[in-house]
Nanobody, 126 residues
């Protein structure tokens, strides 16, 4: 089992920055891809970014590339999301996700990830 714990959320004014972290424990050596998703009230959960843990190759939601950056530490135990130039529309619960089986067709979908954290809230005020 893989255990994911997010941290780093909070309240920030528009144009500010936050860095989210996701600590992975358990059978993390089997993880091949990790991702950040977000879900705003009344909206579906959407993929923010994905990283292949062994190659560090990344994918982003088109609308967020350039403001958000996904990365991992060298030990591949912590996932990060650097968020810059934040907007009120970025307000959401942010979730970390991971899986060992990573299909390119499913990287942007909730079904593409078996393991999920509990989320960390990000609130951006204007």
């Amino acid at each position: 089992q893989v255990h994911l714990v997010e941290s780093g959320g909070g309240s920030v004014q528009a144009e500010g920055s936050l860095r989210l972290s996701c600590a992975a424990s358990g059978y993390k050596n089997n993880i091949n891809c990790m991702a950040w998703f977000r879900q705003a009230p009344g909206k579906e959960r959407e993929r923010v970014a994905t990283i292949y843990t062994h190659t560090s190759y990344t994918y982003y939601a088109d609308s967020l590339q350039g403001r958000f950056t996904i990365s991992q530490d060298n030990a591949k135990t912590t996932l990060y999301l650097q968020m810059d130039s934040l907007k009120p529309d970025d307000t959401a619960m942010y979730y970390c996700a991971a899986d060992s089986v990573c299909s390119i067709d499913d990287l942007a979908t909730v079904r593409g990830y078996k393991h999920w954290g509990q989320g960390t809230q990000v609130t951006v005020s204007s």
